[in-house]
Each structure stands twice: as structure tokens, then as C-alpha cells.
């Protein structure tokens, strides 16, 4: 049986000075379709700690994390990147937690009561950290996914707007159904469902595409598949082209 995970999971992995990540899963898109999950976490020049899409949380990796210094941010980027807030918000009780636009007005969100203390989209909220860009991209139906541009690090964190599946990682059911969604590694993008949702939203949505790609980042991490660990600029604008192009 294939493992669509990227083992060691729920411990710390360093990318570059001050970012980590975390790979976890499987997780089950659409309720039966496992895939690798992962979270961002980005030391700041304050000494704070910032916890992107996070994860399942365990006894040892709080541990780790807590030894970075105090995780004062958690991020959910967009409506589908929040189901594990709670856990984080009971064991770091002073992190601001930060959601995408539109996230507090889903219902599932509001039965789970959740807290959530600033909309993301605007970088100038009080207690916001300066060396981090938000690049916000605005789609159909409420859709929002707002990315993180970590400046001194030149690394993007992005969480579904790329998703690069390595084939032999996937049920061999599934390579098709991913190959026809645009989301096989290398050249994986958004699958083909969100990106139609990301064009209804239109020339801003276009815009923000080629803010992105702008960025010209020296990797990027996203949360499903194994990300761009070099030749981010490149590899982005591909991933893009539907978008940004």
C-alpha cells in the first residue's frame, strides 16, 4: 500500500534560517481521498513564532516548537486550513490567531467555536509581523487563500493554490483522477475545480496571480505534495500560468 505522507511526521524539519516545516497526514480530501498535509512555522525577527495551516499537534512537536520561542501568530489561509486551530489555541492561549476572509461566517467554524481574532488581507492590523507580505487571492463562492511572502527568508507559503503529487506516492486510482486535476508532480498547479473558482473571481484574482509570481521567491511551500525546495521563481510562474500567464 503506497504512503502519500512524507515521513518523519509531526516533527520539525528545517528548510532555511528562522522556517520550518511540518509534514503530517494522511488527511482526507472530500471525505475518502488521502493525501499529505503540512505546516509552515517561521521563527521572526522578534523572536516569535508563526505557525502557518497548522497540523495535528502532538505532545513532541509542541515540545519543539515551544523551544523555537513564543508562538504569539497562528495562520489559517484559507477556509479549508483551520480544522486543527482549536488544539493550538488551547495549548498556545497568547497566539493571535489569523483567518482568511470569510472563514468566520462558514457554520462549521461557528459550531466548533472557534476563535478568531483578525481577518488576514491586511498587513498594516496591529501585531501583524513586518517582515511578512499577504497576498490575498480572491475566487468564486467566498473562496480566499492568502499567501504568506516571507522576504528575508525569499520563501512564499502558499497553501492549496499549488498541489504536486509524486505519482508512485498515490493509489494507483488515483493517478488518473490527479493527472486529469493538474496535479502531478513536477508540474503540479491548483487542481482544475480551483482553479475555475479563482478565474470567476476576475482581473483582481489575475492580479494578485502576478503579485505572486512577482515575488520571485528562492522556494515555496505549500501544504499538499512535495514542494519547490530550489528553483522556486521558475517553478511558480509554471505553476501560475493559468493564472498570472
Known sequence: MTDVTYPPLDTLKPVTDGIWVV???????MGVVPIPLRTTV???ASGQVLVHSPSRLTPDLERQIAGLGPVRHLVAPNIA????LKDWQQRFPEATTWAAPGLRKRAQVRRAGLRLDHDLGDASAPGWPGELAQIAVHGAGGFC???LHHRPGRTLVLADMVQNFERAKLPVLLRP?????GVLAPHGRAPAYLRAIVRLGGAPAREAGRRLVATRPERVIFAHGTWFDRDGA???ERSLRWLAG
Open 145 to 147: 487563500e492568502v499567501a
Open 81 to 84: 486550513h483551520w480544522t486543527f
Open 177 to 181: 483522477l490527479a493527472a486529469a486535476a
Open 23 to 29: 509534514d503530517s497526514g494522511p488527511m482526507k480530501a
Open 42 to 44: 517561521i521563527r521572526l
Open 234 to 236: 521558475e517553478r511558480l
